[in-house]
C-alpha cells in the first residue's frame, strides 16, 4: 500500500542517543517527532523542549495509551528493550528499538510472535545497515571482486568513564560485547551472509561479571573465519577487514559513517587505491526505513529473523566465554 500519510513518533526513554534522532525525524517528509516519556515528566518535559516534540509523558504507558503515536523509538538499558517492545506492539505501535533487540533468543521470539499478532513492524536499531557504505561492502563481496572470502576482522573499542553508567550493570544487560561487540558480529554475519557454525569466546569482567573487554572467533560454513573484539578500557578505535583470495577490503569508518567516508581496497599484487563512498546522515536510513515498511508494506532492511540470529551468536559467545569451550549453534 503507498499512502501520504506521516507518522507521529514518540521516544520511550531519555538516554543520549534518542538525540541522533532528532534531525531524521524534523527533516523526514513521512516522520514528525511528536512526544517524549520517561518515569520523570520534569525529564520528559525537558527533552521535549529540547528536541520540540509538543507532548511529554510521565511514564511509559501512557505515552502507549495515546491514539495519537504512531511508532515508539526505544533506548532503554538493553535488559529493558524485549520487555518494552513487546508491550509497545501489543498497544498497536510500531517499533524501532535500540541494539541489541533483547538478550535472550527467547525473548527475540516473544517479540516476532506479538509483531504477528498485532500486524505491526519492530526493526532493530542497526544504523550501519543502512549506510550506502555497508550496501557496498555486500555488493562487492557478493559480486565476487575480492574472491572467497577466507578472513574478516572487525573491533569497536573506547573508554567508558562514567562509573554510574548502566552498561555497566549485568541486571540491565551490560557489557562491551552487548553493547558495541554487537557490531562487527552483525557486520560480519551480513557479509558472509550465513550464520556461523561455531563460536569461541573470552572475556575480562569487572567484579560485578559484566565483560569490560571481550575477544571472539566466529567459524562460518565454506571455511569463513571472522575475529573481533570489543572494550570500554581503550582509547577508541574501529576496525572492519574482509579479505578474500582475490583482494582485501578496509573500511575507515565502518560502524559509524558520515556523509562522506572511503574503503581502502588491495589487490593481490599489494596495490591499494582509495574508494570514496557519498554517504548520508547515519541514523536517517532507520527511519526512513521503517516508515517504508509501515506505510508502503516493505520489508525492513534489518529484519526479526536477521535480529534473532545476531542475538543467538552473541548468546553463544557469552556462553563460550563462561565455559571455557568452542560452542556449536544450531
Partial sequence: MTTSRVLNWGFLGTGRITKALVDPLHSSPRNRLTGVASRSIDRARALAATVQAERAYGSYGEMLDDPGIDVVYISLPNALHSEWTVKAVQAGKHVLCEKPLATHVADVNAIIAAATVHKCVVAEAFMYRHHPQTRLVRKLVMEGTLGDIRVIRGAFRFPLTREDDVRWLPELGGGSLWDVGCYPVSFARHVVGSEP??????????????DDTFVGLLQFPGGVFAS???????????????????????????????PECVMDVTDTAGHTRAVPIAGE???????????????????????????????????????????????TLP
Avoid at 535480529?307 to 566465554?321: D, H, K, M, T
Fill in 197 to 210: 557454525q561455531e563460536v569461541v569466546g573470552w572475556q575480562h569482567t569487572t567484579p560485578s561479571g559484566v
Fill in 228 to 258: 573481533f573484539d570489543s572494550s570500554f578500557r581503550t582509547p577508541f578505535s574501529t576496525e572492519f577487514e574482509v579479505a578474500g583470495t582475490a583482494g582485501t577490503l578496509r573500511l575507515r569508518t565502518p560502524f559509524k559513517p558520515g
Fill in 281 to 327: 546522515e547515519l541514523y536517517r536510513g532507520e527511519v526512513e526505513d521503517l516508515a517504508a515498511a509501515v506505510l508502503d508494506g516493505a520489508e525492513c532492511r534489518m529484519t526479526l529473523d536477521d535480529s534473532r540470529a545476531n542475538v543467538a551468536a552473541i548468546v553463544a559467545l557469552y556462553e563460550s566465554a563462561r565455559k571455557c569451550r568452542p560452542i
